[in-house]
């Protein structure tokens, strides 16, 4: 049982990494935007980041896939998020909330909920990234079923952070999805 939550872990979140990383390759000058909202990075250095943040994202989503990397895809994975998290509570505690969190849906404003998201999700894939799981010579059916629920898992995240992000919406009379929050305010 603790092989199949690894492994739905594992690919739960290459999942969300595939889907972050095309969505920021599908619009790169908006994920430049974001990144220069955020104040954390150089400009000089912006275009490089837009080119290497997806391609790490790719990595870490293939690796977590792969038995015998999925250790170095997990470490990878517990990086970025850990990387992403840091940034958000630097411009929360700047008092910088209306910045895109850049994470891959609705544009959504930074918040210490996001921040303890990305803790959660680091929390979830460490023992994975820390060798606490051996890679193992998964079958074919331990394969489907992570697969299928670690699809699952990802549907339902995608439906809770958009209902989420529309009460917010509605509640705080934020703009729509089609405006970002760096040219909303």
Sequence with gaps: MLTLLQMTAAVFLALLF??????KLGDRYRFEGILADYG???ETALSFIVFAAP???????????????????????????????????INLVRDHRMVDCGCGGAP????????????????????????????IDSSLALDVTSLGIG??????????????AND??????????????????
């Design 55 to 89: 391609i790490l994202e790719l990595a870490a989503a293939v690796m977590l896939i792969i038995p015998s990397v999925r250790p170095v895809g997990a470490a990878l994975a517990a990086s970025l998020l850990t990387g992403y998290a840091i940034a958000m509570a």
């Design 18 to 23: 595939l889907r972050a990383a095309l969505h």
């Design 168 to 185: 917010r919406r509605m509640n705080e009379d934020l703009p729509g999805p089609a405006t970002t929050w760096s040219t909303a305010q």
């Design 108 to 135: 959504e404003p930074i918040s210490w909920k996001l921040v303890v998201r990305n803790a959660v999700l680091v929390g979830l894939i460490a023992p994975t990234a820390m060798g606490w799981t051996d890679p």
């Design 40 to 42: 954390l990075i150089p």
């Design 151 to 164: 699809t699952l898992v990802l549907l339902l995240w995608m439906t809770a952070e958009t209902m989420l």
